[in-house]
């Protein structure tokens, strides 16, 4: 696996920043209406994906990383959850479902992914570098 440098190479963030996109994309065109709870959550919990995987990889440790994308992977639940909401009450339709509901299963997969790299991996981080020498 190649080096990463900043979290904006993370796939996944890169992933998770086009799915706030697309969902932010929604709401500006006033397809929630007035809820402003759901915008609130829906925002939160989407922005939240991204967030923690920045937040954790700029920590500079492994196991810190490990848990703010075990953190990321959750919102990313949360945010599927509430997708269910939009559309149960309208303000997306089933196509407009499918498209953040499988962007938000692709997040999934690549933060699995790369979890399950990190806990295999001999390296602990940038700030154990010169610990290990």
């Keep these: 696996m190649a080096t990463i440098k900043r979290f904006e190479e993370i796939i996944s963030w890169q992933k998770a920043r086009e799915l706030n996109k697309i969902i932010?994309?929604?709401?500006?065109?006033?397809?929630?209406k007035r809820s402003y709870k759901l915008i609130d959550q829906i925002e939160r919990s989407g922005g939240s994906i991204m967030d923690n995987i920045a937040e954790g990889f700029?920590?500079?440790g492994n196991r810190e990383f490990l848990q703010f994308l075990y953190i990321a992977k959750g919102s990313c639940g949360e945010f599927r959850s509430q997708l269910y909401r939009a559309v149960d009450r309208e303000y997306l339709n089933q196509v407009e479902f499918?498209?953040?509901?499988?962007?938000?299963m692709e997040v999934i997969i690549l933060l699995q992914k790369l979890i399950n790299?990190?806990?295999?991996?001999?390296?602990?981080?940038?700030?154990?570098?010169?610990?290990?020498?």
């Design 98 to 104: 499918d498209e953040l509901y499988n962007m938000a």
């Design 58 to 60: 700029e920590r500079g």
């Design 24 to 32: 932010g994309k929604h709401i500006d065109g006033g397809k929630f």
């Design 117 to 133: 790299y990190l806990e295999q991996t001999e390296l602990k981080g940038i700030k154990y570098k010169n610990r290990e020498k």
